[in-house]
């Protein structure tokens, strides 16, 4: 019965970890279309978050001498590189499709392990892989000559590429030494905030346009409100919470509910920001979604490979990293999601 009540409860959690995640994009998209620059809401969004984790920070201060690699990681890739690339893609080309150009990091991470480090993956997981691909081409409508913007499609397969570079680097750091999850997260934005202060140059954003209003579904919103939303509720909350249900839920279970991030993203921005998919993208993107689940499940569950710690799908505005990245057990979890 207690296994049972727990079970529900991490169900819960990752469903409220995937609505928070998937809100993200939607609230940051008005502020960047009312002239904020992309980079400033990116770092607004990860100082916030770092400000509000930094009792987390000080509980876990030992990982800074234990995982100074991984934390280094997590914050560079997982947290500034994801989202950069992310909240830049949505100013040009729809929320929506940037997400699902995000879950092609499971590809990805197959691809480095096949051709790169010439190690076997199942034919499953390669078919999720190919799967996933060709999903994409229909979200992207290929046979149109790519009618989005060719450079928000690339700074989104970036994002994806970002995550893909935090699964080697855990994957060079895994061991016995398990670092929690909740301290790697906290680290990482403290760290991502820093390394974002250098780029986006924070003394220089229009903190009138902040106290102003951005429009909403043809309402005027609070700038604050949207950006208070961004940081409390589609970071903190959803990172904390998505920790909290990868420890009560199997991978497989956990990865179906993150993949609702993709469709609660793409569902607000066609009500709330107007950005509607033809039904050939609506295909294509359950086609990327189902393939990225295949590509991180059909996985063997021994021996601690890349593959093996990707069991839930990575997303942008990303969601916490796996405790297998961390600790080097296979389990749910995705690092870095900014949607």
Same mark, same amino acid.
């Given at each position: 019965m207690q296994r049972s009540r727990g079970r529900s409860a991490g169900l819960g959690l990752a469903l409220v970890s995937a609505l928070a995640f998937g809100g993200s994009g939607v609230a940051a998209k008005p502020l960047i279309e009312a002239g904020a620059d992309p980079l400033h809401v990116v770092w607004l969004r990860a100082a916030g978050a770092a400000l509000v984790l930094l009792p987390l920070a000080w509980r876990h201060r030992g990982l800074l001498r234990r995982r100074p690699a991984l934390l280094t990681g997590f914050g560079l890739l997982a947290v500034a590189g994801v989202q950069v690339?992310?909240?830049?893609?949505?100013?040009?080309?729809?929320?929506?499709?940037?997400?699902?150009?995000?879950?092609?990091?499971?590809?990805?991470?197959l691809g480095w392990v096949r051709f790169v480090q010439r190690r076997p993956v199942t034919r499953a997981a390669a078919l999720g892989a190919v799967l996933a691909v060709g999903g994409l081409a229909c979200v992207v409508e290929v046979w149109a000559g790519l009618g989005f913007d060719a450079l928000g499609l690339l700074l989104?397969?970036?994002?994806?590429?970002?995550?893909?570079?935090?699964?080697?680097?855990?994957?060079?750091?895994?061991?016995?030494?398990?670092?929690?999850?909740?301290?790697?997260?906290?680290?990482?934005?403290?760290i991502g905030a820093a390394a974002l202060t250098l780029l986006a140059r924070? /003394?220089?954003?229009?903190?009138?346009? $902040?106290?102003?209003?951005?429009? &909403?579904?043809? +309402? *005027? =919103?609070? !700038?604050?409100? #949207?950006?208070?939303?961004?940081?409390?509720?589609?970071?903190?909350?959803?990172?904390?919470?998505?920790?909290?249900?990868?420890?009560?839920?199997?991978?497989?279970?956990?990865?179906?509910?993150?993949?609702?991030?993709?469709?609660?993203?793409?569902?607000?921005? /066609?009500?709330?920001?107007?950005?509607? $998919?033809?039904?050939?993208?609506? &295909?294509?993107? +359950? *086609? =990327?979604? !189902?393939?990225? #689940?295949?590509?991180?499940?059909?996985?063997?569950?021994?021996?601690?490979?890349?593959?093996?710690?990707?069991?839930?799908?990575?997303?942008?505005?990303?969601?916490?990293?796996?405790?297998?990245?961390?600790?080097?057990?296979?389990?749910?979890?995705?690092?870095?999601?900014?949607?």
């Open positions: 690339c992310y909240f830049a893609a949505i100013s040009r080309i729809p929320v929506g499709v940037a997400l699902l150009v995000e879950y092609l990091a499971p590809a990805l991470v989104a397969l970036g994002a994806a590429c970002c995550q893909v570079g935090y699964f080697v680097l855990s994957d060079h750091g895994g061991g016995d030494d398990t670092a929690d999850p909740a301290g790697v997260i906290a680290y990482g934005f403290l924070p /003394w220089g954003i229009d903190w009138h346009l $902040l106290a102003g209003r951005a429009e &909403l579904a043809d +309402a *005027a =919103v609070p !700038a604050a409100l #949207l950006l208070g939303w961004v940081v409390l509720v589609a970071t903190v909350l959803a990172y904390l919470t998505g920790v909290v249900a990868v420890r009560r839920l199997s991978p497989q279970v956990a990865g179906v509910v993150a993949c609702l991030e993709a469709v609660v993203a793409t569902v607000l921005a /066609w009500v709330l920001l107007g950005e509607h $998919l033809s039904a050939p993208q609506l &295909l294509g993107g +359950a *086609a =990327v979604l !189902a393939g990225a #689940l295949i590509a991180q499940s059909s996985v063997p569950r021994d021996g601690a490979g890349v593959v093996a710690r990707t069991a839930e799908p990575p997303s942008a505005a990303s969601a916490p990293p796996s405790p297998a990245a961390v600790s080097g057990r296979p389990a749910g979890g995705r690092p870095g999601a900014p949607g």
